[in-house]
């Protein structure tokens, strides 16, 4: 059973339900409705699932070849016993959209498939460019402005300043774990930053981008959507996540290296699962 629940990706199908949910939490004058919030996050978590399932399905003879992913349950079966995790992909899919459809508004039908679609492109690409990163953040920070639009129906300034927020934070999450898995990434001939430009200068990028993150978390401050509480936690956690780059830039060996890009992944999920925290209890 636990192969078959590695398939969905559990970790990280809990956060982008948690960010969901705060998508929900977040909307300003709206009296909270449980049966269609509940029916709004199971139908995303139908539709990641599908996302994920498809992955898995058209990954695994390089997943086969990673350390990390090697024993996922795809890279072990034949094709007509892998066409039956497809069709379920499918199914999921069809099923997520019909619940959304049914709850909610054409606007968050939109989304949603803009997020699969891009997903789905991230897919196919990530073996020919590492450019297909910037596809996988714009299609990972859907699922809230999902959840969100589900309520208001509009995409408005708030949605986009979250969006922006998770697709800057995507970038150096996932640069640190190319770091992390280096050898893996090597091994299956994928295309990632490290590759192209070197170790000290993804380091470089994650740096920047982090910056770049970092003040997009204030800007819901400026726009008085959080208090003050809010700004000072998040840039706390954001400033000690940049200070833990700058100091540890300068170790380049195999160990350190591995040792560098577990910090950098670790501030990258209590940075993000802080945002979202604060964002709630602000809202409360």
Request: glycine share 4%; net charge positive; aromatic share 16%.
């Amino acid at each position: 059973m636990k192969k078959y629940l590695e398939v969905i990706r559990p970790k990280v199908m809990i956060g982008n339900l948690i960010s969901s949910a705060t998508g929900l939490l977040i909307v300003d004058n709206n009296p909270f409705d449980t049966f269609r919030s509940f029916c709004v996050i199971l139908s995303i978590f139908f539709m990641i699932s599908s996302c994920f399932i498809l992955n898995n399905f058209m990954d695994r003879r390089v997943d086969g070849m990673m350390n990390r992913t090697r024993d996922r349950i795809l890279t072990k079966y034949d094709l007509v016993q892998c066409v039956y995790f497809l069709l379920s992909s499918f199914f999921l899919l069809f099923f997520g959209l019909v619940i959304l459809s049914s709850v909610s508004n054409f606007l968050s039908i939109c989304v949603a498939v803009f997020g699969i679609s891009t997903y789905f492109l991230y897919t196919v690409l990530k073996k020919k460019t590492h450019y297909s990163i910037f596809l996988g953040s714009l299609s990972g920070s859907t699922p809230p402005i999902i959840s969100y639009c589900s309520v208001v129906n509009r995409i408005d300034l708030k949605s986009i300043i979250v969006y922006f927020i998770l697709f800057f934070w995507q970038i150096p999450h996932f640069y640190s774990i190319s770091l992390l898995f280096l050898r893996d990434y090597l091994k299956a001939k994928i295309p990632i930053l490290p590759t192209k430009i070197g170790l000290f200068n993804t380091k470089v990028h994650i740096l920047i981008y982090v910056l770049i993150f970092s003040i997009v978390c204030t800007v819901p401050f400026f726009f008085r959507y959080v208090g003050f509480n809010y700004l000072v936690v998040i840039t706390t956690m954001n400033l000690s996540w940049m200070l833990m780059i700058i100091n540890s830039m300068i170790g380049n060996t195999h160990n350190s290296l591995k040792r560098w890009s577990k910090k950098s992944l670790v501030f990258s999920i209590l940075s993000i699962n802080l945002f979202d925290l604060m964002l709630i209890i602000d809202k409360i």
